[in-house]
Structures are given as C-alpha cells and as structure tokens.
C-alpha cells in the first residue's frame, strides 16, 4: 500500500485560524493563496491524530510496546535516536461546501477543479453557456423551473448521470455503512463552474460576532468587539496519507497506516474547543 486517502466531514462548525485579518474578518480560516479556497494544514490534520493515540504523551510513547507510535509519528530530542515521524499527511482541500438552497434545504456543491484534485481521470459533464450545473438523478435541489438557487445565485441546473456516479462514489466513501445517508447527500450534490465554486468559498461561509463583556459594567468592553470565521456544518475536505522511511525496525508501512489510518475517528480540529467547535469525522478511504 503506497498511499490511502482521508476525508474530513465536519459535525460543527470548523475554525482553523489564519492569525488577524485584514478586511472586515478579524479572524478568517485560513485559505489556499492561489484559489482562495479553505483548506486545514496536514500538520494540524497530523497533530491532532497523534494526539488522539497519544503520541504527544511521552509516558506512553517511551513505553517499548508502543514502538509504533515513535515509528509513525516521530520522536523529539537530540540524542541520535530521534528520527522524523513515517506517515505524511497533504492538507484536506475542500471537496465540498455545504450552501443555503431555495430547494433541499442546502446543497453539498463542489466544482470540477475540486472532483480532478481528487481524482483526476474522471468523467465529468460539459458546462454550455445554457447549463450552469448539474445535479444528480434523484435531486431534491431543483424544482419544475429547472433552476438550482443558492444563497444569490440563480443557475440554470440540468439532472445529470456523471454527477450520479460521482454522488454515489463520494457518499459510500463518506457513509459506507449508512445508507440513508449516502440517499441524503446524493439527493442534494450539485456541480457548478469553478468561477461560481470560487464565489461562494468567499461568501458562503460562516461568519460570527462576538463580544467580550466588562464584569463592572457588565456591557461590552471598549474595543471587545470581533468577526470570526468558520467553515459551516457539513463541509467536507479530502486529502493523502503515504509513508515514508520507517526508522523503526520490525515495523512496516502497512502496520502503521492499519494501526493508525482505518476506520472512522472523531477529532477536534482548531480552535474554540470549549464551545464545541471544531469537531468532524475522519474517514480512512482505501488504498493505493
């Protein structure tokens, strides 16, 4: 096995800070700078799994029969035992963001760009000037007038096979054991142009105020006022696990990614912790 791929499915909403902003945002998530789309770091999707099986304990990982852990994550120091961690994580791009539709309630949309990041020999449909997306065979997204309404936008959507296969593939990754799942997002999956795609990135996510209150007056604090960002509910991001070099003897890349990259977790990614942000699933996908 050479590589897997992980899926991140957001159960709150998800901030992964990018520092002060600049704009009206004071505190944005953190985007790709070519395509201004978010994305979460491979180091923070890697720091929390090792977290999550206790490599950051260093109790535990100096214990001898967690020898996997050292193998898979890394050791620190600077004796001549230390050596860099075998697994490697890429950062989850966004694969779909979840939108406000007159129709279904919300749609999971995603673009062209976004499916070939994924997947770059799929079947995709053809956009004309009169089609602006397309939708899947049993779509709750669009009603008689053909049109799919998201946020301000207003498209001319058509139903379409490729998006069916490309549903159907990306919830049974997403959802293997949950059936009624997999029909929920295939009912509200939608492709729509990159440009599009690219606009509702910057204007669909979530935005929130908040204030800090002085405890003597008990009214907001001069200058306690700020806007922060997060990718909403059900965003969902992709990205690659591979090994590298595994220092450890005994141990081989096929033991570290069953140990540590199969299955479904829950993590909490970012901040706000406390507030019950940040938490999503993460789904080991098969193998290479």
């Given at each position: 096995?050479n590589?897997?791929?992980?899926?991140?499915?957001?159960?709150?909403?998800?901030?992964?800070?990018?520092?002060?902003?600049?704009?009206?945002?004071?505190?944005?998530?953190?985007?790709?700078?070519?395509?201004?789309?978010?994305?979460?770091?491979g180091?923070?999707?890697k720091g929390?799994?090792?977290?999550?099986?206790?490599?950051?304990?260093?109790?535990i990982?100096?214990?001898?029969?967690?020898?996997?852990?050292?193998?898979?994550?890394?050791?620190?120091?600077t004796?001549?035992?230390?050596?860099?961690?075998?697994?490697?994580?890429?950062?989850?791009?966004?694969?779909?963001?979840p939108?406000?539709?007159?129709?279904?309630?919300?749609?999971?949309?995603?673009?062209?760009?976004?499916?070939?990041?994924?997947?770059?020999?799929?079947?995709?449909?053809?956009?004309?000037?009169?089609?602006?997306?397309?939708?899947?065979?049993?779509?709750?997204?669009?009603?008689?007038?053909?049109?799919?309404y998201?946020?301000?936008?207003?498209?001319?959507?058509?139903?379409?096979?490729?998006?069916?296969?490309?549903?159907?593939?990306?919830?049974?990754?997403?959802?293997?054991?949950?059936?009624?799942?997999?029909?929920?997002?295939t009912?509200?999956?939608?492709?729509?142009?990159?440009?599009?795609?690219?606009?509702?990135?910057?204007?669909?996510?979530?935005?929130?105020?908040?204030?800090?209150?002085?405890?003597?007056?008990?009214?907001?604090?001069?200058?306690?006022?700020?806007y922060?960002?997060?990718?909403?509910?059900?965003?969902?991001?992709?990205?690659?696990?591979?090994?590298?070099?595994?220092?450890?003897?005994?141990?081989?890349?096929?033991?570290?990614?069953?140990?540590?990259?199969?299955?479904?977790?829950?993590?909490?990614?970012?901040?706000?912790?406390?507030?019950?942000?940040?938490?999503?699933?993460?789904?080991?996908?098969?193998?290479?």
């Open positions: 096995m590589k897997i791929n992980y899926w991140i499915h957001a159960i709150t909403p998800l901030h992964v800070g990018a520092g002060r902003g600049l704009g009206y945002i004071d505190m944005p998530i953190v985007r790709e700078k070519v395509t201004n789309w978010p994305y979460i770091p180091s923070s999707i929390v799994i090792a977290d999550y099986y206790g490599a950051s304990d260093e109790d990982r100096s214990k001898e029969e967690h020898r996997d852990l050292k193998a898979a994550f890394g050791t620190t120091g004796d001549d035992n230390c050596a860099a961690g075998a697994l490697v994580f890429t950062d989850a791009n966004i694969l779909c963001l939108v406000r539709s007159f129709y279904g309630t919300f749609a999971w949309i995603t673009s062209p760009f976004c499916l070939r990041r994924v997947k770059p020999d799929l079947n995709l449909p053809d956009f004309s000037e009169n089609i602006c997306a397309f939708v899947t065979d049993n779509s709750k997204l669009i009603g008689r007038s053909k049109k799919l998201l946020e301000d936008l207003d498209l001319t959507a058509q139903k379409n096979n490729e998006a069916s296969e490309i549903a159907n593939d990306i919830a049974s990754s997403l959802f293997s054991e949950n059936k009624e799942w997999q029909k929920i997002f009912e509200r999956f939608a492709i729509i142009s990159d440009d599009f795609f690219t606009f509702l990135c910057e204007a669909g996510t979530e935005v929130n105020a908040h204030i800090r209150i002085n405890e003597k007056t008990g009214i907001v604090a001069e200058g306690a006022l700020w922060e960002e997060a990718l909403p509910v059900e965003s969902i991001l992709t990205g690659q696990i591979w090994c590298d070099k595994v220092f450890v003897k005994g141990i081989t890349s096929q033991d570290l990614f069953e140990r540590f990259c199969s299955g479904t977790i829950t993590l909490q990614i970012g901040g706000k912790a406390s507030t019950g942000k940040g938490f999503v699933r993460c789904i080991f996908g098969a193998g290479d």
